[in-house]
Antibody, heavy 114, light 112 residues
Framework: QVQLQESGPGLVKPSQTLSLTCTVS??????????WRWIRQPAGKGLEWIGH???????NYNPSLKSRVTISIDTSKNQFSLNLSSVTAADTAVYYC??????WGQGTLVTVSS | DIVMTQTPLSLSVTPGQPASISCKSS???????????LYWFLQKPGQSPQLLIY???SRFSGVPDRFSGSGSGTEFTLTVSRVEAEDVGVYYC?????????FGGGTNVEIK
């Protein structure tokens, strides 16, 4: 059974970089042909795709965030990561990692505040 | 970006009765490979979204057969044949044919 778990600081100061890691269990991140995704959801609002990294290392990002987003993969740790730079209060949200569309982490709340 | 429009915004359903949610996309979701990349998710209260339907009409592993999807091109429907209490939550459609992936605004389903 594939499981994903997000981890990282729950509070980030404005203008700093938000960094989250998704640890995958029950599957090898380097096998198969999956998109490893980050999605976020502000409180009480809908879902926004941030971007993803393919098993090969190819990335695609949401143009609305592209200049600030980096997604990377660490096959040795079976993890992939999200960095979002120059954050503002508008980046406050629950952040989810997912394998394709079928398997999601439980989500982690990140608040941007001084 | 492809805009996904869901209707209705909310739905109140009597247990055992059917429910349908519509999702319309601003562009066709038919890929050149012949597949149509339309997905349905349910986000139960306090939980992560869970995949119900992929590629218009294929049920994901473990999804009860009371959930079904239909449609083509730009118009799609999710139908729950007999709503149960555990089906409450917000339903989202999502397109996967073009980046950025985009979601509908959600349909909140509650039980009468």
């Amino acid at each position: 059974q594939v499981q994903l778990q997000e981890s990282g600081p729950g509070l980030v100061k404005p203008s700093q970089t938000l960094s989250l890691t998704c640890t995958v269990s029950g599957d090898s991140i380097s096998s198969g042909t999956y998109y490893w995704r980050w999605i976020r959801q502000p409180a009480g609002k809908g879902l926004e795709w941030i971007g993803h990294i393919y098993t090969s290392g190819t990335t695609n990002y949401n143009p609305s965030l592209k200049s600030r987003v980096t997604i990377s993969i660490d096959t040795s740790k079976n993890q992939f990561s999200l960095n979002l730079s120059s954050v503002t209060a508008a980046d406050t949200a629950v952040y989810y990692c997912a394998r394709g569309s079928g398997y999601w982490g439980q989500g982690t709340l990140v608040t941007v505040s001084s | 970006d492809i805009v996904m429009t869901q209707t209705p915004l909310s739905l109140s359903v009597t247990p055992g009765q059917p429910a349908s949610i519509s999702c319309k996309s601003s562009q066709s979701l038919l890929h050149s490979n012949g597949k149509t990349y339309l997905y349905w998710f349910l986000q139960k209260p306090g939980q992560s979204p869970q995949l119900l339907i992929y590629e218009v009409s294929s049920r994901f592993s473990g999804v009860p057969d009371r959930f079904s999807g239909s449609g083509s091109g730009t118009e799609f429907t999710l139908t729950v044949s007999r709503v149960e209490a555990e089906d409450v939550g917000v339903y989202y459609c999502m397109q996967g044919v073009q980046f950025p992936l985009t979601f509908g605004g959600g349909t909140n389903v509650e039980i009468k």
